[in-house]
C-alpha cells in the first residue's frame, strides 16, 4: 500500500498548481482521501477531502480558506486523487501530503490527521509573493 504525491513546485502568488497522489494497493474510490499540509514550525493542517463513492454519493471539503481557490477530485482509472489549486497565496507555502482512510465512516468528510492511517510523503508547495 502506498501513496505518492507529487506536483509541488515554485510559483508566483496567482499562480496554479495541480497535485497528484497516486496509489498503489488501495482503491482511491473506496478510501476517505484527504490533503493535508504542514509548513515549518506550523501544525499538519486539513486542506481537503473526499468521502468514498456510496449509494449518497461523495463529500468534499475544504479549509476556509482555500474555499473556491482548491479543487480535489478523483480519477478512478488511474486510481488518483488531485488537488487542483488556483490563486495561489504565499500562505500556502507549505509541504502537502496526501492520505488515506478506511476505518472511519464514510459519509462525512474527515479533518482530523489522526483519522488517517496512511499516509505519502509530502509535495512542497512554495508561493513566492
Known amino acids: 500500500v502506498q501513496l505518492q504525491a507529487c506536483g509541488g513546485g515554485l510559483v508566483q502568488a496567482g499562480g496554479d498548481l495541480r497535485l497528484a497522489c497516486a496509489a498503489s494497493g488501495l482503491p482511491v474510490d473506496t478510501y476517505n482521501m484527504g490533503w493535508f499540509r504542514q509548513a515549518p514550525g506550523q501544525e499538519r493542517e486539513f486542506v481537503s477531502a473526499i468521502t468514498p463513492i456510496t449509494y449518497s454519493g461523495t463529500f468534499a471539503d475544504y479549509l476556509d480558506s482555500v474555499k473556491g481557490r482548491f479543487t480535489i477530485s478523483r480519477d478512478n482509472a488511474k486510481n488518483t486523487v488531485y488537488l487542483q489549486m488556483n490563486s495561489l497565496r504565499p500562505e500556502d507555502t507549505a509541504a502537502h501530503y496526501c492520505?488515506?482512510?478506511?476505518?472511519?465512516?464514510?459519509?462525512?468528510?474527515?479533518?482530523?490527521?489522526?483519522?488517517?492511517?496512511?499516509w505519502g510523503l509530502g509535495t512542497l508547495v512554495t508561493v513566492s509573493s
Open positions: 492520505a488515506a482512510d478506511a476505518q472511519s465512516d464514510r459519509w462525512r468528510v474527515h479533518k482530523k490527521p489522526e483519522d488517517y492511517e496512511i
